[in-house]
């Protein structure tokens, strides 16, 4: 159901980008004695290099799984009847992954391109707990932390609405051991001016569906196409 209504919203967002296509047209009508002569021109809008801030949240994915799992399907089992052999008294709560939270800076150099970097949080909760009182005596929650960074592509660009793909690579650590790993945006849109929505498909640490809110503003240069 999560998927189903990302997907909604995105469709909604490529909705919107094809109305701000039509808006960008402008039509001149010349009339004389004998023809008439019509031209149509694509108005492109100015460009000025600007600061890119957002936050945003993001489902499970495969790369997340694996930097909080940590070995459930194994360890978990191994785990409880090693553990409850000998603390009959206690149980284990289900396991829930509480989400991916993420905020990232990028540098608007040009039309095309953005680059800066992403710092992700992910998190699952799991708790041992007494069977007879109900008290917590065990932590087992599980955390991961990723510091990448990234570049975007802007593959269309109108002053309201983008739409772009990105790629970012850097460290994943789940405060035991620390990698490599990367995050891919495979399509994404962003809806708004200075304060915009944005909603993403993809892939690594930001999940893979996500959405969040930004603000950006202008630089104070001018920028290259």
Known sequence: MKYCRFIVALLVALFVVQGAMAQRRTKTVVQTDSTTVITTVRVVPNFAPKHDFRIGIGSLSLTTLFALD????????????????????????PRHFVGNYSLSYTYHDRRWLQYGGTVTFGASTRWRKDAVTGQKIENLSRYALAVMPSVRFVWFYREKVQLYSSISLGLVTDFDEAYVWGDMTLVGCSFGRKVFGFVELGGGMAGSARIGLGYRFDAGRNGKK
């Open 70 to 93: 940590g070995g459930w399907n194994i360890d978990d089992y191994y785990y409880d009847f090693r553990q409850d052999m000998t603390m009959a008294d206690t149980y284990l709560t």
